[in-house]
């Protein structure tokens, strides 16, 4: 399994609107409910925000990012991302070292 994490700084204006499109994402997802799709989104206090996407085969699951870069809420969300943020994107590949329950396997709740 591999793990991208992205992180940007939005502006202080956007915050509201970078969350509601995030929000919105989140429901598409709850509401289409795509497999092999594995996605966690974080905002710290000064505006960054972080996004984890999950990578890889789970048994019984396929491995297609379209489930969620093709929903329609994901587009709009990325539509003037680039107006909306005060910092360029950053995309690195990471590696879990530790994890206790956060990141597991299966439907979050």
């Given at each position: 399994?591999?793990?991208?994490?992205?992180?940007?700084?939005?502006?202080?204006?956007e915050?509201?609107?970078?969350?509601?499109?995030?929000?919105?994402?989140?429901?598409?997802?709850?509401?289409t409910?795509?497999?092999?799709?594995?996605?966690?989104?974080?905002?710290?206090?000064?505006?960054?925000?972080?996004?984890?996407?999950?990578?890889?085969?789970?048994?019984?699951?396929?491995?297609d990012?379209?489930?969620?870069?093709?929903?329609?809420?994901?587009?709009?969300?990325?539509?003037?991302?680039?107006?909306?943020?005060?910092?360029?994107?950053?995309?690195?590949?990471?590696?879990?070292?530790?994890?206790?329950?956060?990141?597991?396997?299966?439907?979050?709740?």
């Open positions: 399994m591999g793990y991208k994490l992205i992180r940007y700084s939005v502006k202080d204006t915050l509201e609107a970078n969350r509601a499109l995030v929000a919105k994402v989140f429901e598409a997802l709850d509401e409910a795509p497999q092999g799709v594995r996605y966690l989104v974080l905002e710290l206090d000064d505006g960054e925000f972080i996004h984890i996407i999950v990578e890889g085969h789970v048994v019984g699951e396929g491995n990012a379209s489930g969620l870069t093709g929903l329609a809420a994901f587009e709009a969300f990325t539509q003037n991302h680039a107006e909306r943020r005060s910092t360029p994107v950053r995309r690195s590949p990471v590696r879990i070292i530790g994890n206790y329950h956060v990141l597991e396997a299966g439907k979050a709740g």
